[in-house]
């Protein structure tokens, strides 16, 4: 030790790269120790990021799975056959006309948005559409904020096949329209997603949609005799009936997993 403390006095060329060697020594040991102490802290912000997105994603599927399963969806159908051989117009003679409406009775989160696509695909043929909704579960707090929002993304299909005579047109009854999406919180490496799926589901385990019928008969004001005088009197003829569907379709069945069920069917 003291030969040691002797040669960093010395004023040598040999003392002077010992001290240049132990100086070089202590400033990697001084790199090696800083670096390791970064990594770890970063290492600690990356789980602790992780763990908020996990957080955050699991509250918004929860949220999203009890909005779905809240939600109902409710058309109206009307079908009008007329029998009248002569109705006077706008009947048709023999004609089986269906149309489609809303009830003004959808409930839930996402009722009026399903019931917006059903009819989409009752009236115009569609055979699938999407929804795509951010769920805010940070709240106003910093540490709230911090969660940030969950983007959920969801595809209704529409099931069933024609109905022989009928272009394009899908009976409601046979209508499975099954739910496939997604949940996503984060990009890059920290991004994380939660898969989701929904049906329909019959107390028989068929996917069917509800449905209520009210019958009632159409009628058209007609001149049914004269009086005596020879003055029309008119009366009410029944020229056919009429059909009201009710249908509710309500997503009952619903769950999430870490892996598409759509992939998994398929």
Same mark, same amino acid.
């Given at each position: 030790?003291?030969?040691?403390?002797?040669?960093?006095?010395?004023?040598?060329?040999?003392?002077l790269?010992?001290?240049?060697a132990?100086?070089?020594?202590?400033?990697?040991?001084?790199?090696?120790?800083?670096t390791?102490?970064?990594?770890?802290n970063?290492?600690?912000?990356?789980?602790?990021?992780?763990?908020?997105?996990?957080?955050?994603?699991?509250?918004?599927?929860?949220?999203?799975?009890?909005?779905?399963?809240?939600?109902?969806?409710?058309?109206?159908?009307?079908?009008?056959?007329?029998?009248?051989?002569?109705?006077? +117009? +706008?009947?048709?003679?023999?004609?089986?006309?269906i149309?489609?409406?809303?009830?003004?009775?959808?409930s839930?989160?996402?009722?009026?948005?399903?019931?917006?696509?059903?009819?989409?695909?009752?009236?115009?043929?569609?055979?699938?559409?999407?929804?795509t909704?951010?769920?805010?579960?940070?709240?106003?707090?910093?540490?709230?904020a911090?969660?940030?929002?969950?983007?959920?993304?969801?595809?209704?299909?529409?099931?069933?096949?024609p109905?022989?005579?009928?272009?394009?047109?899908?009976? +409601?009854?046979?209508?499975?329209? +099954?739910?496939?999406?997604?949940?996503?919180?984060?990009?890059?490496?920290?991004?994380?997603?939660?898969?989701?799926?929904?049906?329909?589901?019959?107390?028989?385990?068929?996917?069917?949609?509800d449905?209520?019928r009210?019958?009632?008969?159409?009628?058209?004001?007609?001149?049914?005799?004269?009086?005596?005088?020879?003055?029309?009197?008119?009366g009410?003829?029944?020229?056919g009936?009429?059909?009201?569907?009710?249908?509710?379709?309500?997503?009952?069945?619903?769950?999430?997993?870490?892996?598409?069920?759509?992939?998994?069917?398929?």
């Amino acid at each position: 030790m003291r030969r040691v403390c002797e040669k960093l006095h010395s004023r040598r060329g040999a003392s002077l790269l010992y001290a240049l060697a132990l100086l070089l020594v202590t400033a990697t040991v001084s790199t090696v120790v800083l670096t390791s102490a970064v990594t770890a802290n970063r290492r600690v912000h990356d789980d602790r990021q992780e763990e908020q997105n996990y957080l955050a994603l699991s509250s918004a599927a929860k949220l999203i799975v009890k909005s779905l399963k809240d939600s109902e969806c409710v058309v109206l159908e009307t079908v009008e056959n007329i029998t009248d051989p002569s109705p006077a +117009p +706008p009947h048709v003679p023999g004609m089986t006309h269906i149309k489609f409406d809303k009830s003004n009775s959808s409930s839930g989160a996402f009722g009026p948005a399903l019931e917006e696509i059903v009819l989409s695909f009752w009236k115009d043929g569609e055979t699938s559409d999407t929804i795509t909704v951010t769920v805010d579960v940070g709240g106003d707090s910093d540490a709230g904020a911090a969660l940030g929002g969950v983007t959920a993304t969801f595809t209704i299909e529409r099931g069933g096949t024609p109905d022989a005579g009928a272009v394009g047109y899908v009976s +409601p009854t046979i209508g499975t329209y +099954p739910i496939h999406g997604y949940l996503t919180i984060g990009s890059g490496t920290e991004r994380q997603q939660l898969y989701l799926s929904a049906y329909i589901t019959g107390s028989d385990g068929t996917k069917v949609s509800d449905y209520n019928r009210t019958i009632s008969t159409i009628t058209e004001t007609r001149v049914v005799g004269y009086d005596d005088e020879g003055n029309p009197i008119y009366g009410s003829v029944p020229i056919g009936e009429e059909q009201e569907w009710t249908h509710t379709l309500k997503w009952d069945a619903v769950s999430l997993s870490t892996y598409s069920q759509k992939e998994a069917d398929s």
